[in-house]
Each structure stands twice: as C-alpha cells, then as structure tokens.
Nanobody, 111 residues
C-alpha cells in the first residue's frame, strides 16, 4: 500500500472541531512535502495546510488560526486539527505525502 490512508472525517456542527489523520508507509528515505488539500462540491481542489522538510508550515488564508497541521515522522502520520469549523469548510480532504494522494475523507459541516 503506497497511498496514504486517511481517517477522521464525518459530520460536525458549525463551530465544532474535528481531527483528520493520515498514515503512510515508510517507503521514502526522506519526505520533503506533506500537506492537506480539500475539494468542495463544484470547486477546484485547494491547499489547506502544508509542511515542508525544513519544518516550515503554510496555511490557506481561510483556515489560518483555526487549523493546525502536525506530523509524526516516527509513526509516519500526518494530522489536521480543525477548530471552529464553518459550513464553507465542508468538502473532501486529501492527505498528500510527497506526490502520493490519499482517497480523501468527507467532512460535512452543518449550520
């Protein structure tokens, strides 16, 4: 299994929190890029949060201050903590490890 495998999607009320997790195989000698992307219905896929090899993190403007990306290189996991969720945060969320994409859990936010 080369693809990352995500978990943690589901339904949450606006204002609530959710944490997405992703596990990936230890097949890369080094990982330069890890990220979470999302795609809402009828919209283009967009970067939500990313971590570069040097530890630099970057967030999309709409989620900055509400979402936190963090990883564990020993356990080879990548997570996304989402607080104060908004209806517009709904969509399919994809874990990206280097160039490998997961299947994407659905996140639904009810008003």
């Amino acid at each position: 299994q080369v693809q990352p495998v995500e978990s943690g999607g589901g339904l949450v009320q606006a204002g609530g929190s959710l944490t997405l997790s992703c596990s990936y195989p230890r097949i890369f000698s080094s990982i330069d890029y890890r990220a979470w992307y999302r795609q809402a219905p009828g919209k283009q896929r967009e970067m939500v949060a990313e971590i570069h090899r040097n530890g630099y993190t970057n967030y999309a403007s709409p989620v900055r201050g509400r979402f936190t990306i963090f990883g564990d290189s020993v356990k080879t996991t990548l997570s996304l903590r989402m607080n104060n969720l908004k209806v517009e945060d709904a969509g399919v969320y994809f874990c990206v490890i280097q160039t490998k994409w997961g299947q994407g859990p659905q996140v639904t936010v009810s008003s």
